[in-house]
C-alpha cells in the first residue's frame, strides 16, 4: 500500500551480477512537485527514472503511482511521460505527428488531435512548426517539440533525463526558467535528472542527492546547499572543503565553502597554512591552502590580490556558521 | 602574386593527375561494358542468318516474337518465381536481419561469419549439395521416415518448390544484408520513445521499426527480385527444365538456339525490366530520404 502520489519502495537493481545501480532506493514524491535526481554518470539516477517510467524493470522493490502498484506495468500501460536526454524524436515525422503521435495510439479524433497539437505548440513557443521535420530543427527547437510530446499525453507524472544537457549554456538558462514555468502552470509533477547543481537549485522544490546508488540526502535546495549532511552532498553540491574537525576544534568531518573561508596574510588569527597555488577566473581569486596535515582546501573570494604568492605562509579562519558537521552518523545513509 | 600563379599550376597538374588515374577506367568501362551493349542492343534490331550466324538488315521481328505466347509466358513464369522467391526471402531474411542487428557486438562478429561462410564455396556446388538433400533418398526424405513423418519419400528434386529453395537459398543472405544494415542504424530510444507515448509492442514496431527499416527491406527486396529472374542455372539444376526462365531461354537461343538476334532482343527487354525496378526503387527512397529516413 501506498498513501503518496508516487513511491519509490526499495528499488534494487543490478546489470552485472554483484554490482548494484541501484542498492535499495526509498522516495516519496507529492503530486505537483518539482523533485531534481542530482549526481555524477553512473549514479543510477537514470535507472532510477528508467524504472519509473516502465522501461526498465527493478530486481526488486516496487513503484507506486496513486495508491496503485504499477511495478509491472508495461511502459504504455503508465500515465507517465518521459523526455529523452536524446530528445528521440520520430525523424520520419513531422513535429505535428511527433506531438500527436501519442494521441493518435489512443485513438483521438482527427480533430481533436490538431487542437491539442496546436496548444501544445503555443505552449512551447513553437507556432506554425507543424510541418517541419525533425532534422530541419535547432537543438533548443527539438527539446521544446519534446517536451510538447510528452505533455500532449496529458501524463500524471512528466519525466525529463538531462534535457538541457545539448544545450549551450545561455540557451539553458533560458530553458531552465521556461520549464519551471510549465510545471508551475500546468501542475504535474516533475521529476528532472541533472547533474547540474546550479540546474537542480534553480529549478527543484526538492534534491535529492545520489551517489553510487544511493540516496546522500533529501531536502529544499536551501537545506542541501547551506545543510549538507555527508561530504559528498557538501562537495558535490556547494563545492566545499572537507576537513578533519580536530584541525579546527570541531567533531566529526566539517564542511566549509570556499568563499567562507577568510584569508589574513599578516598571519594574525586563525590557523595556518602555505600557499600552493593561486588562480583568478570569472571575477574571482581562488587559492589553493594546504593545511598542516597536508590536506588541501580551496579559499575563493571576489578580485585579485596581487599580495598572495605560491610558497608563503598566510593564516585562514572562518565564521562558526559557516562550518557544517558532516558524516555524522557513520555508514549510516538516507 | 607569385604564389597565386604557382597555385594555378599546382591544381592544373592536379587536374591533369586527376584525368589521368580516372581515364584508364573509363576507357575500361567504354570498351567491357558500354560498348557490348551497344552491339547488344544492334543485334537485338539484326535478321538472325539462314543457319547460324546475323545479317545485319533492320527488322523489329525479334521482339514481335517475344509477344508470341510461348516466350510471353516464359517472362511470366520468371515474374512469378522471382516474387515467389521473393516473398519467401523476405518472411525470412527481414526478421533474421532486424533481430541480428538487436544482438550483442560478439553476437553480431558471429552471425556475420556464419552468413559470409557460405560465400567462400562456389555456388554451384552449393546447389549440388541441395541435390543429395532434396533427392528421393536424400537427407531429408531420410530424416522425415526416420521421424515417421512421412511413409513415401517426398518428391521435391525436380520440381517447382526445389527452384524456391534454390532461389531462396543463394538470394536470402542479400537480404539479411540490406535488412541488418539499416537495421543497425536504428536507434532503439525511438522505440522506448514509442511505448512510453502509449505504443504496445506490436504498434512501435509497426510505426517507428518498420517504418525506419523499410529502405533496407526495399533495397533487399532489389537485389534479390532482379537477380532471381535470371538465375537460370538454379532452375536448370533443381529444377530439371520443369520451368523456364527468360535466363535459360536467352542462353538456350544464343547456344541450341543459334539465334544471336532473339537473344539480345530478350536481354535488352530484361534489361529495361530491370532499370525500371531499380528506377521505381530510387523514387521510393529517395522519398523517403527526404522524410529524414535517410
Redesign the interface.
Known sequence: MSDSFLELKDLKKSFTPGEYVLQGINLKIEQGEFVTLLGSSGCGKTTTLRIIAGLEQPDSGSVWLEGKDVTNLEPNERDVNTVFQNYALFPHMNVADNIGYGLKIRKVSKADIRKKVKEMLELVQLEGYEKRKPAELSGGQKQRVAIARALANNPRVLLLDEPLGALDLQLRRAMQLELKRLQKKLGITFIYITHDQEEAINMSDRIVVMNQGRFEQIGTPDEIYNHPKTSYVATFVGNANILKGELVGMDGTVAIRSENIILDENCKQGYSAVVKEKNFAAGQLRVLLVLSDGTEITASRFGMNANIQPGQQINWYFDLKNAVIVDNAKGERL | MRGKISRSKSSAKHTHATIGMILPLYIFTLIFVACPLLYMVALSFATPGEVHGVQWIFTLDNYRKILEPVYLNTFVQSFQLAITSTLFITLIGYPFGYFMAKLPAGGKKKAMLLLMLPFWVNSLIRLYGWIIILQKKGLLNFVLKKLDLIQKPLKIMYSYPAIVIGMIYVLLPFMILSVYSSAEKL?W??V??????????A?AFW??SF??TLPGLLSGVILTFIPSMGLFFIADILGGNKVVLVGSLIQDQMTRGNNWPFAAALAVIMMILTTLMILLYRKVTNA?EV???G
Not at chain 2, 192 to 201: F, M, V
Open positions: 536507434d530510444s525511438l522506448e520513445a514509442a511505448r512510453d507515448l502509449g505504443a504496445s509492442k504498434k510505426t517507428v517504418r525506419l523517403k522524410e529524414g529516413l
